[in-house]
């Protein structure tokens, strides 16, 4: 397991104001009358999500990874457990097995990490995972992930919002799509002599989707640390999008003018869109989408309807106001 | 060939192995159930059961195009008392694949499942496979075999057409993740196992010491 180490941070250094003010807008927007309950809630989680200044110590460590879960993104379906969570992935670079991330994911080497930001920014730079766990204070939300084969998890993941570290490195007007680039290891890394995908697995987003608040930069799931499976040791969850749009173990950040071309539509590109958002009405090539199975739920429990952008469509169905999802899928 | 065929197997020292190739035929059934009771099935149980039960009926079929060729090369005739047995193991996985399908994937719904058939390429070939291997299944008996005389042996060639058919399957579900590997292998067995069939025998005995 990673050992990260917790950084001595100012409150004043936290930045969370743009966070809060950005979950005020959505909360604004979205109609949500809890808004007083929801910021209440960002106060707590903030409390406890603040790491004390001057200590570097275990129990600090502890107090990051236990950050409170934030009531605005609970749910009340069950959750995945923890081993389904972590040793059920798709993680090709450790092979196409589900088994494969758990099995290979030990010999990643997250120490050091760094993550370079790129192209249409004014502040680009390389980040070392400290400076980016101290950039804004560590939440809990429970989301959905929807994978595009058709099976689900309800998943408590730990990180703060995409949009705080876009706005940290300044965007410029041209900057159009975020890209993410996956780390490539092939001494840890068996699945990357396989020529499935051409590597490294880059993933990308639409400026406006990056910056929704419901877009997350995710460190830790289940009160600890990403497992090398789950994307070790910083991914994104975009939760109303499949699952293969959520980058993992991510070493750059490219801003760009241009739509990337994304790793799945360079392999195929009539089974995976651009937007891939999770649409129960346009099915894969080669299986519906219009249900899924609910992992952990048993071997005879029957399978659940899928929800159109994975039941986030309140907060996110705006974003695509007068676009063909069919068509851009 | 001489050398390969010096004592030929009789039906009872084949009858004898019988018995011993069945236990062997249910190591997938043995292994599901040891996983199932471990709680080993992965995190999503109804796709290893499907996945699992269409390698192992590849598997079974391998081993029923087997047989011809080992009679033959082996110079064991008796080694035909095994083929219907590993015929219909073929039949017993592929028709579990299909049932998998069917309850975990469409809900046992016919309307449901001729959807499937008529939107997916794969699905139609699958069911493409599995039709005459139900009636190969059906006229397996003894029975079955006086009635249909010549055409029996007709209907059982299909056989043929169904390893094509089930490659042609496998490929498809594979394409889409540009993950061929299994599929050449098995494509590259069950290619060698029919082109055994057309290579004359006595050209080869020759070289042989």
Redesign the interface.
Known sequence: MAKVRIPAVPASQITPEEVWRERRSWLKRSGLAAAGLGLMGLGAGRAVAAPAAGGVEPAEAGKLWNAARNPDFDLSDALTSE??VT??NNYYEFG?G??DPARHGGALKTEPWTVSVEGEVARPGTFDLDDLLRLAPLEERVYRLRCV?A?SMVIPWLGYPLASLIRKVEPTGDAKFVEFTTVTQPEAMPGLR????DWPYVEALRMDEAMHPLSLLVFGVYGKPLPSANGAPLRVAVPWKYGFKSGKSIVKIRFTREQPLTSWMK??PQ?YGFYANVNPDV?H????QATE?R??AG?FA??EKTLPFNGYAEQVASLYKGMDLRRDF | MAALQARPWTARQVGFFKPLLFIVCLYPVIRWLWLGFHGALTANPPEFLIRSSGIWALVALCLTLAVTPLRRYLGQPALLRCRRMLGLFTFFYSALHVLGWAYWERGLSPPAMWDDIVQRPFIAIGVLAMVPMLAQAVTSTRGWMSRLGARWHTLHRAIYPIAILSVWHFWLIRAGKNDFAEVYAYGAVLGLLLLARLVPLEGRSGSRP
């Open positions: 081993r389904d040793t059920y196409t589900k088994a084969e099976w396989s020529r499935i995908i392999v195929a089974e099915p090539p080669r299986w519906s199975r992992i952990g071997v029957p399978r």
